[in-house]
């Protein structure tokens, strides 16, 4: 039987806010542990919440840029369940009446676009962490992190395969980086996940049962562990078995997905309304406000790109996955004749580099005028393209102008023919066997050449003059 | 002249006139407290030291401009004071020091007034008895062997033998005027929102109020003016004026519109309750004002409607107290989940037990609909009743509670029973208003206290009600004799 997988996610995302969503506390990632806490994010005896503005603005914010419909009347309710890093013993959530709903966000699949909706973004506080002392029978508790804002989106069960589930969740932290409401760094947490997948025979209508996925530490380990468990379910479905609704982990190191608990041994959240919190109702001209302040998102941000600087599908893709790398070659191509260039070096050398290095666009060292620079200094003969890429690399690494880097190195290209024939001469004396195939009719030969000629002059040669001379002097 | 027999605005006058300083004031409350408290024990905490350190700092400074400056006042358990143990009579919080004021702490001190201690009561503020304090019981000071209310008994106790000049109290469905009547003081809880709950250590977040206990109404005035406001740590504080309450002093309830609503005067009230009351409905016609049965059709339900609603916040409200930040935390445990069953335990007494577990049932999923919301429609329609009846009359009156104070021990076997008590004052907190109890009377020579409620944010008219009595009567210069 062939079978069709549904995958929902779940999203949580920490908002940029400077204080907490209930108290005055710094939302800082790291410090000294329970040192960002005041009585109230403690969860003392007799403290009040207060919830933030700042962050109802960035949720919505969220949720417009979502496509989600903002609710007009929402609330807090009380989501109660012990845990040690959980001060209040409830987390102030939101149940019923959730700030938005109905959204979607668009991904590209097969050259086509898909729709993946979204359920619901809410509002939440997040909890603090335990530290768990290996060996030593206790663990510490740091409530830093308690009561950081924190939006929930929920998706659709419209996802149908991992890496379905994979460019949803790019998409999704590339939108939410461009609104500048939140950093979407995994490894801070500021940006986690947790997934349902079930399959269902081809063609039904109906769902499986479904499974939850936790501890997916980065957008690989979510796309590694739905293909892990939809291959188990699979397995486990051809035999004629059942699946089991439970709660699993995924183990990074070992690969697989083990279970956690089972439906059973859920919660009862007792959710009700925090009487502690007014309803919050949210003022439609606040909302056109916050709608009309958006930046471009990057799905029209991309469509431009084709449209008005002509590039390739892939480079708008690749270019306008991250608001700032884009914004670079905005300004690169503000003050450059041809775009496509500009997204050549900037797609395989600067993110080539960055990658390398593991370091994050805004820690480049230069300015988009730099690398302007740059590509000027190839179109007026000063350097070839293959120094450029030295140049580049140097400017990487100094946050250097180009023109400092050329003098410095003296990497200011030959384009003395006199100079270049000497070199020519002697390259010709010394393989006599490319020669002569070149003569045989081997035009492929004098490519050889050339770069021997290159490589004596270590790479300042001006190529096509030395091609013409070799020419010449073969001829 | 005994100074701790004065009200707030007697002792007023004499620091005023330097008759008299605040140390000698507070020397004099801290006596009659050494002379009483072991008869009556009610206070949970007595700073002595800090009382007169505060007291002679007021004295140096002089300066007499706050309304209870120099004056030294108790302040319920429930309520957080920096650096002073606050342990809502529970010994799940036997040892815990809040690091920060209550909002109404930080307005008494902002006042100079002077905080002596802090008084006993039931454990969480549940119980309408002062018995299910996790320490001690307190004692009726008009009859040692009578409660003294709860849950602020200890608060109206303190008032009632002179061991303060003045206290607050938390009410959430009673539990500052059924004491208060209970003791022969006055109580009010001023309507939802006037008062900031910041530092309120929290029962049932949607009715608790903080408000004054004191000796006569013009102190009330006095106490409410120094609490009430708007307050930016407190969502549910209402940014509205706050009227000069002292301005409401007026004996005049000429033209005023009484209503007397008949469920609160049927079956299940005490003779010589019911006749107190009456006879201060005719005290009230012969002042001038006009006095109608009404009907609240929904009294009957509220009763029970709170008995979800209340234990269902507290249930949430109360699962802080895990023994992992603060509090006390049970010795022996194995792991984590023993550790938060053996702290709870041992640290919670059997009323707050029994209320934990209403409350977690009531919200449980498959129950919430029949009971949580169910209840609040309930609640709806209590204030709807009030709505109606607020449309044609000024204020309410009732008694506050069915009974005047009852013997110890009397009711602890039978809950039921015990929440009865609290039957003429829960509709009150259910529809958030605010309501006075005034002595009245007295049966078998204990006091009988009047109830009067208001219009949502109209504390003025029923300060102004009641002081029309008071002026017109002698029962709250009568004291216990001990």
């Known amino acids: ?475 | 002249m005994k100074l701790y027999e004065l009200t707030i605005h007697e002792v007023r006058e004499l620091l005023a006139k330097k008759e008299i300083s605040s140390e000698d004031l507070t020397k004099a409350v801290l006596e009659r407290i050494d002379q009483v408290e072991e008869k009556i024990r009610a206070f949970l905490t007595i700073d002595r030291e800090g009382a007169l350190e505060k007291s002679r700092k007021i004295d140096e400074e002089a300066d007499f401009s706050g309304a209870l400056a120099g004056i030294p006042g108790a302040v319920k358990d429930n309520i957080c004071t920096k650096n002073l143990k606050t342990t809502c009579a529970s010994k799940i919080l036997g040892n815990f020091i809040p690091p920060y004021d209550a909002t109404v702490s930080k307005k008494l001190k902002a006042d100079n007034a002077v905080i002596l201690g802090k008084t006993n009561m039931d454990e969480f503020a549940m119980g309408s008895s002062t018995e299910n304090s996790g320490f001690f019981i307190t004692r009726n000071p008009w009859d040692l062997e009578r409660v003294p209310g709860g849950s602020s008994g200890g608060s109206a106790a303190a008032v009632a033998a002179g061991e303060c000049i003045f206290a607050l109290g938390s009410d959430t469905g009673g539990s500052i005027r059924q004491p208060a009547s209970y003791c022969g003081v006055v109580g009010l809880k001023p309507t939802y929102g006037r008062v900031s709950r910041y530092g309120l250590v929290a029962y049932a977040s949607s009715l608790d109020q903080i408000g004054p206990i004191t000796k006569d109404v013009t102190d009330c005035a006095l106490v409410l003016n120094a609490i009430s406001g708007w307050d930016e740590c407190d969502s549910t504080s209402v940014n509205m004026p706050v009227p000069d309450y002292t301005e409401s002093l007026v004996a005049d309830v000429k033209g005023m519109k009484i209503g007397l609503p008949k469920e609160y005067l049927g079956e299940g009230i005490d003779r010589e309750v019911r006749e107190a009351v009456l006879a201060a409905a005719r005290t009230f016609e012969s002042l001038g004002a006009a006095c109608e049965e009404i009907s609240l059709p929904h009294t009957e339900y509220a009763l029970w409607a709170y008995y979800i609603i209340a234990p269902a916040e507290a249930s949430s409200n109360l699962a802080r107290y895990d023994g992992i930040r603060y509090g006390v935390r049970a010795a022996g445990y194995g792991d984590l989940i023993d550790l938060y069953k053996k702290t709870r335990s041992e640290g919670f007494g059997p009323e707050v037990k029994r209320r934990i577990m209403l409350g977690t049932y009531a919200l449980s999923s498959g129950y919430y609909d029949a009971y949580y919301l169910k209840a609040q429609k309930v609640r709806t329609l209590v204030k709807s009743d009030f709505d109606r009846a607020f449309e044609k009359y000024d204020v309410i009156i009732s008694p506050t509670a069915p009974t005047a104070a009852f013997r110890i021990g009397e009711k602890t076997g039978d809950p039921l029973k015990m929440y009865m008590s609290d039957v003429c004052t829960i509709p009150v907190n259910m529809a958030g208003l605010p309501a006075i109890s005034i002595p009245c009377g007295f049966s078998q020579g204990m006091p009988v206290g009047l109830q009067i409620i208001g219009k949502a944010f109209d504390e003025a008219t029923i300060i102004r009600a009641a002081y029309t009595f008071e002026q017109a009567t002698d029962y709250h210069r009568k004291k216990p004799v001990l």
Not at chain 1, 1 to 10: D, H, K, N, P, Y
Not at chain 1, 337 to 365: A, C
Request: contains cysteine; negative net charge.
């Open chain 1, 1 to 475: 039987m062939e079978f069709e997988t549904v995958i929902g996610l779940e999203v949580h995302v920490e908002l940029l806010t400077k204080s907490k969503i209930f108290c005055g506390c710094t939302t800082e990632f790291g410090g000294e542990v329970n040192t960002h806490c005041c009585p109230v994010c403690l969860g003392m005896p007799g403290v009040l919440p207060v919830a933030n503005k700042k962050a109802v603005e960035y949720a919505i914010k969220a949720a417009l840029a979502l496509n989600c419909e903002i609710a007009e009347f929402s609330k807090f309710d009380r989501k109660n369940y012990f845990y040690p890093d959980l001060p209040k013993a409830y987390q102030i959530s939101q149940y019923d009446l959730p700030l938005a709903r109905k959204g979607y966000i668009e991904i590209e699949v097969d050259g086509g676009v898909k729709r993946i909706g979204i359920n619901r973004v809410h509002l939440e506080e997040d909890a603090g962490k335990l530290v768990h002392e290996e060996g030593k029978g206790y663990s510490l508790v740091d409530l830093n992190r308690t009561g950081v804002p924190l939006i929930e989106i929920v998706s659709e069960p419209d996802i149908r395969t991992p890496e379905e589930a994979w460019l949803y969740l790019n998409k999704l932290k590339t939108i939410l980086q461009y609104i500048e409401v939140s950093d979407c760094k995994m490894e801070e947490g500021s940006l986690r996940c947790d997934t349902n997948i079930s399959l269902r025979p081809k063609g039904s209508d109906k769902f499986g049962t479904k499974v939850e996925l936790k501890n997916l530490g980065s957008f690989r380990a979510v796309r590694r562990s739905l293909e892990y468990e939809e291959r188990r379910q699979r397995e486990i479905l051809e035999q004629g078995g059942a699946i089991v609704q439970e709660t699993r982990r995924w183990d990074e190191a070992r690969g697989i997905t083990i279970p956690l608990r089972s439906k059973e041994e859920a919660h009862d959240y007792r959710y009700f309304p925090d009487p502690d919190l007014v309803p919050i109702v949210i003022d439609r001209e606040w909302v056109e406000e916050l709608k009309s302040g958006l930046p471009e998102l990057p799905d029209a941000r991309k469509k431009r790109y084709v449209e008005e600087y002509g590039l390739p599908a892939y480079d708008a893709e690749v270019i306008t996955a991250s608001k700032a790398l884009a914004d670079f070659f905005e300004k690169c191509v503000s003050q450059y004749h041809d775009p496509k260039t500009v997204s050549n070096w900037v797609m395989s050398e600067m993110l080539g580099i960055l990658n390398e290095t593991g370091r994050e666009i805004d820690e480049v060292p230069f300015e988009p005028e730099h690398l302007v620079k740059m590509l000027k200094m190839i179109d007026d003969g000063t350097i070839s393209g293959k120094i450029a890429k030295e140049v580049f690399r140097e400017m990487f690494d100094t946050g250097k102008d180009p023109e400092a880097i050329v003098r410095e190195k003296g990497l200011v290209q030959i384009s003395n023919e006199k100079e270049l024939e000497k070199i020519a001469k002697k390259v010709i004396e010394e393989n006599p066997k490319s020669v002569e195939d070149y003569r045989n009719g081997k035009e492929k030969a004098i490519g050889f050449l050339v770069g021997q000629v290159m490589k004596e002059t270590r790479g300042k040669a001006n190529p096509q003059l030395v091609n013409k001379i070799l020419k010449e002097l073969l001829n």
